[in-house]
Nanobody, 124 residues
């Protein structure tokens, strides 16, 4: 069992920045692919970003490319999502997921564990 806890959400004005953190338990954290997804009311869960075990391979959804950066610190069992130039359409609950087998990083159905989510609200 892997425990996942997100933090760092909040209310920010358009154009502002936030950094989300996600801590995951487990001695083999460095082997997990980690991903961020988001879900707005009435919409499906959307891929935001993912990072492979070594941290050298990262992937982004088209809507956040160039504005968001995913990174990880394997020594701290933590993955981060730096969000810059935020827009009102970024408003959603952001979820951190653990992909144990590094498969289909962009598809939430391949993630094995999830955090409880953290709310991000961007005002115009």
């Amino acid at each position: 069992q892997v425990q996942v806890v997100e933090s760092g959400g909040g209310l920010v004005q358009a154009g502002g920045s936030l950094r989300l953190s996600c801590a995951a338990s487990g001695r083999t954290f460095s082997t997990y692919t980690m991903g961020w997804f988001r879900q707005a009311p009435g919409k499906e869960r959307e891929f935001v970003a993912a990072i492979k075990r070594s941290g050298t391979s990262t992937y982004y959804g088209d809507s956040v490319k160039g504005r968001f950066t995913i990174s990880r610190d394997n020594a701290l069992n933590t993955v981060y999502l730096q969000m810059n130039s935020l827009k009102p359409e970024d408003t959603a609950v952001y979820y951190c997921g653990v992909n144990l087998y590094s498969s289909s990083s962009r598809d939430y159905r391949f993630y094995n564990y999830w955090g409880q989510g953290t709310q991000v609200t961007v005002s115009s």
